[in-house]
């Protein structure tokens, strides 16, 4: 890893590539390039280390689909979708208090619909096979291990794991995920900071449709969203709950460095929030189907690597693109956005003949004007407030309190007044009004 | 509820003792590994012997690092999720070498 | 079809299948996904030891299956390894109709349907399975197979090696205590192996990349699956199972031990303490005495209390 060697790889010839790109990691940023790709008539193969697309990814749960409106018009009618949420709660918790914000739109529930829930293995799939579909060629259970250089230490391909392994190519597109050994070794990336990273942690529970239905007020194919502050023990991260077609999916997302600090297990942050008394109802009876655990790149905008480099470049989270504004992680849309870009930028550097980092730098001047970086420098300094102390550990508490103070009936003594209340209850969690209002504004910088 | 899940106080007891708890054998049980011949993780447990925070033990989501009387750390690498927590967290240079499994085999996640 | 090749042939038949279906907790519904079908380790060890045969051999090996397309990524898979692959399209077991009819279909007229697929490749010196597939899980298949072929069979075995003659291999199988017994298996004969011991190998990249394209070639199934039980037709005489009660021995009643001392009685419930019957060692001896044998202990013990009748127990030993 480090810095990038410019030892030309031995046996590299210099004839004519076996294909004009190759794309590593079969996640929905490496399906939607080498889709992309192929529709451009581009020869393409996509590698994927698992047996079969999905197999190694694990995500909360909510896809938001409108990214998809370029891949298949209409993909609603065919997409694997569990069900179309149209309900998002927002909970603040303490252990034994929680206050909700509760959004229901009827419009998320008709197409083009807002957000789905489904589920990796399925979806992923999905979007593989629209990609073979398209002409693309799908290796599955083959690891890209290295990447092949020419004598000027340009990229001309991937190393895998199998005899006769070597697949070279005008382009490498690395979309291999979070952990990206591909970006590191190309020396795009820095070495892993703990710092940028949250763990997630995900049960899969068996509950049958129509008690879901019954229990969180859906009907058929409708879904909840459910994202939660304050339930990590001071942990900096959060719960969420979503439901699918028979199982719900729950989970904590944790910062790295204060986990490993914290000293607790994962698991038992699961099983706090499992048992407590907001969440614990919706669940009685459920069995466990599927425990997983899997990295996200929080950093958001600040961290992300470099994106192109001569003959390669970088798209999903192999770049740090997943947007975790808070508690909305939305990793799936950007991964598909910024591999249809990708597909996009090495289709105009092939036509033009130039696949170095200056024929491929259109990448990051597309991702620019669409939704893709221009969500994720609007929301730059989320993460920061997100993760903060003062919202992780103290203003769930605040909140559920001075809600507590005011929905509490405590006759005969006078209900205190709205300011009144305020200022006790943010002394008691060691908030000042100040810095209240200073963080109000902030959220609504970084919000609104 | 099992003695061992349901002890009062440890965090696991059930409001209404609805929810059971569950071991950690059988968490990992629902989970699908096709484990290869090769160690794709490996750990230096003489590097470990110095490192003071030990923070792998506690945050490795699969559980796969026990620390031994002698304060070094035993490793066991089937029943990894590849997630990377552990690579990241370590305190020390060297004691961890991180690859992926052999194409094909490790987890597979069918509910991911 | 792929090319009909020279040297002797060794036929790995396997079951390609989801490994891990869902199982709605409710209904009972089997859910199965295509993407996630693939070889049971048994059947992986069969294709394993099927490369190795042919290599000693310097044959060729033939890959059959019974599936639907879903199976087709395992069968490129196997053809990347150098395999001519073949599947007998059988309806997609993606409803659980389809599904229950696989179940209840005959393993007898499945063989029957293997055998007459595998014909324009000419006879099989070799035929291997798995041992048991996880869905089906019978282990049936390879005795018909053995049966239709008028081949010789050695089942649930852990190894199999060449010898330096073609028409002999050298298989091991498990015995109870840690034991394990070595057959001389002449060929053609069918074989089950246990999915233990070895790893299918996997093909290069370069093979994976050209195998993809093709087309996988699929016969019809004759009859197919779902045929009922008992009529394939022109098959020799046939073994009749008729309707039976299950077997269940009597429970005995053991009196409670006499005495005051708890232990003592526990002793005595348990027998803890009592020197037992050494196992008996009878044989090596022929099927009829083997089953004489067990009777007789049956009957000694109590679980039985006449004599069967008749010669209905005595069968033909087999080739
Ligand atoms: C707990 C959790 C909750 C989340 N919740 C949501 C959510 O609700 N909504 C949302 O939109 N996003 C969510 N995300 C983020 C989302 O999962 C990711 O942003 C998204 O999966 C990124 O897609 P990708 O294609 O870039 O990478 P991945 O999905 O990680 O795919 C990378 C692929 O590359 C393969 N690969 C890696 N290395 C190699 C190699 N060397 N050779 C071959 N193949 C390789 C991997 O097997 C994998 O298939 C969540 C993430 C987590 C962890
Ligand atoms: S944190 Fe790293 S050095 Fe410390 S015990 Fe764990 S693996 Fe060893
Ligand atoms: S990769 Fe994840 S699951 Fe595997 S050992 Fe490291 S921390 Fe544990």
Redesign the pocket.
């Known amino acids: 890893m480090g810095k990038a060697d410019v030892v030309p790889t031995p046996g590299v010839s210099s004839d004519t590539p076996a294909f004009d790109a190759v794309v590593?990691?079969?996640?929905?940023?490496?399906?939607?390039t080498a889709l992309a790709l192929a529709r451009a008539g581009r020869s393409v193969v996509l590698?994927?280390?698992?047996p079969f697309?999905?197999?190694?990814?694990?995500?909360?749960?909510?896809?938001?689909g409108r990214v998809l409106d370029e891949v298949v018009p209409g993909w609603w009618n065919e997409v694997p979708v569990e069900r179309w949420v149209v309900r998002r709660s927002t909970m603040m918790m303490t252990g034994t208090q929680s206050l909700a914000v509760d959004y229901r739109s009827a419009a998320w529930g008709e197409a083009p619909y807002n957000?789905m829930t489904t589920v990796?293995s399925r979806f992923?799939n999905w979007l593989a096979t629209k990609a073979v579909e398209a002409g693309a060629q799908l290796v599955t259970s083959?690891?890209?291990?290295g990447l092949l250089r020419d004598g000027h230490g340009r990229i001309v391909g991937?190393r895998?794991d199998r005899d006769q392994g070597e697949l070279r190519a005008n382009v490498v597109v690395a979309?291999?995920?979070?952990?990206?050994?591909?970006a590191k070794e190309a020396g795009l990336m820095a070495p892993a900071e703990a710092s940028h990273h949250?763990?997630?942690?995900?049960e899969v529970l068996d509950l049958p449709g129509h008690v879901i239905d019954e229990r969180f007020g859906l009907r058929r194919d409708e879904g909840v969203?459910i994202e939660m502050l304050g339930c990590t023990r001071g942990i900096p991260g959060g719960g969420?709950l979503?439901t699918n077609s028979d199982t719900v999916s729950l989970?904590v997302?944790l910062s790295l460095p204060h986990l490993a600090e914290a000293k607790v297990r994962p698991e038992e942050l699961i099983a706090d929030l499992k048992n407590h008394p907001s969440v614990a109802p919706y669940l009685r009876g459920a069995t466990l189907r599927e425990y997983?655990?899997?990295?996200?790149?929080e950093g958001g905008y600040d961290t992300m690597p470099t994106m192109v480099t001569d003959g390669m470049l970088v798209?999903?989270?192999?770049?740090a693109?997943?947007l975790a504004a808070g508690l909305w992680?939305?990793?799936?849309?950007?991964?598909?956005g910024?591999?249809l870009a990708a597909g996009r930028a090495v289709d105009r550097a092939i036509a033009a003949g130039d696949c170095s980092a200056k024929g491929l730098a259109s990448y990051r001047s597309d991702l620019e004007g669409q939704f893709v970086l221009a969500d994720h420098k609007r929301f730059r300094k989320a993460p920061a407030l997100v993760l903060s102390e003062r919202i992780q550990q103290r203003y769930p508490g605040l909140i559920c309190d001075l809600v507590d103070g005011m929905f509490t009936v405590t006759n005969p003594v006078p209900k205190p007044g709205g300011v009144r209340l305020t200022r006790s209850v943010a002394a008691k969690h060691g908030v000042k009004l100040r810095q209240l209002a200073a963080d109000t504004v902030r959220a609504l910088r970084v919000f609104g | 509820m099992s003695a061992a899940g349901g002890v009062p106080g440890s965090g696991h007891e059930v409001p209404g003792g609805t929810w059971r708890g569950i071991s950690f054998e059988d968490r990992m049980s629902t989970v699908e590994f096709r484990v290869g011949e090769r160690a794709h993780i490996t750990v230096d447990s003489d590097v470990c012997r110095s490192c003071t925070t030990k923070a792998c033990v506690t945050a490795c989501p699969a559980n796969l690092f026990a620390p031994t009387s002698e304060g070094g750390i035993l490793f066991n690498y089937e029943e990894c999720f590849e997630c990377g927590t552990c690579y990241m967290v370590c305190n020390h240079e060297g004691a961890i070498t991180w690859t992926?499994p052999d194409?094909g085999l490790g987890v597979v996640f069918h509910h991911g | 079809m792929d090319d009909i090749r020279p040297g002797p042939m060794v036929v790995a038949c396997i079951r390609i299948t989801d490994l891990r279906p869902q199982i709605e907790p409710l209904s009972g519904t089997v859910v199965r996904e295509p993407w996630s079908t693939g070889l049971s380790p048994p059947d992986a060890a069969a294709l394993e030891y099927s490369f190795r045969i042919a290599e000693a051999w310097s044959g060729h090996v033939v890959v059959i299956t019974a599936a639907p397309p879903s199976a087709d990524a395992v069968l490129r898979d196997a053809r990347a390894l150098g395999a001519t692959v073949l599947r007998i399209a059988v309806g997609s077991p993606s409803s659980d109709q389809a599904y229950m009819d696989d179940l209840g279909s005959d393993e007898r007229a499945m063989a029957g349907m293997i055998v007459a697929a595998l014909a324009p490749f000419g006879r099989p010196s070799l035929v291997v399975c798995g041992d048991r597939s996880s869905d089906r899980g019978t282990g049936a298949l390879p005795a018909f197979l053995a049966h239709e072929l008028g081949a010789a069979q050695a089942l649930g075995l852990v190894a199999i090696t060449t010898t330096d003659q073609e028409s002999m291999v050298v298989a091991e199988r498990r015995l109870d205590g840690g034991w394990r017994e070595r057959l001389h298996v002449p060929c053609p004969a069918v074989c089950s192996v246990e999915g233990a011991g070895v790893r299918l190998r996997r093909a290069s990249l370069t093979a994976t990349l050209a195998a993809q394209r093709t087309e996988i070639p699929q016969v019809t199934a004759a009859g197919g699956p779902g045929t009922t039980r008992g009529t394939h037709p022109g098959g020799p005489a046939e073994v009749v199972v008729g309707p039976g009660r299950p077997f269940r021995p009597r429970t005995r009643v053991v009196p409670a031990p006499d005495g005051d001392d708890p232990r003592l009685r526990l002793l005595a419930l348990t027998g803890a303490l009592v020197a037992h019957d050494p196992p008996t060692v009878v044989g090596p001896i022929d099927a009829a005495g083997a089953a004489d044998a067990l009777l007789a202990f049956l009957i000694r013990h109590g679980y039985l209390d006449t004599e069967p009748v008749g010669e209905e127990a005595a069968t033909e030993g087999t080739r």
């Open positions: 590593v990691g079969a996640g929905p940023a490496g399906s939607a590698v994927e280390r698992g697309p999905g197999s190694k990814n694990v995500y909360g749960g909510v896809v938001y957000g990796r992923d083959t690891v890209a291990t991937v895998t979309c291999d995920g979070v952990n990206s050994l591909l949250t763990l997630g942690v995900k969203d969420f979503y989970g997302v997983a655990a899997h990295l996200i790149p798209a999903g989270d192999a770049a693109m997943t992680l939305e990793g799936v849309n950007f991964a598909i910024s591999g | 992926y194409g």
